[in-house]
């Protein structure tokens, strides 16, 4: 069984006056993850979110780096089972659903 301990993810856009940079930092601990996203533009102090969710919410989470390998593994095979749903964490750092 794989599962993610931790994740961070960083993205930064370089406005010629105005930087903006969001961070996610995912760390899985005993009773599920949490989810901590920042926000800082241009010059001004980070904004900071968190979010806990637990381990029955997370069951078959499928985060990035998974999804990825996922889709190789889907493309190398030509075939997509139907329905194929799996639980998710978008942009926001909220609980979504992926489909393919």
Known sequence: QLDT?????????ELRAHPIERRTHMV??????????????????PQCWSFSY????????????ASLLLLR????????????????IDTEGHLCTSSY
């Open 5 to 13: 301990l931790e994740q961070e993810e960083q993205e930064r856009l």
């Open 28 to 45: 899985s601990h005993q009773h599920g993850m949490t989810v901590t996203k920042s926000l800082r533009e241009g010059e001004t102090e």
């Open 54 to 65: 637990s381990r029955a919410k997370l069951r078959g989470l499928l985060l990035e780096g």
């Open 73 to 88: 593994v889907l493309a190398c095979q030509w075939a997509v089972p139907p329905g194929l749903i799996f639980p998710a």
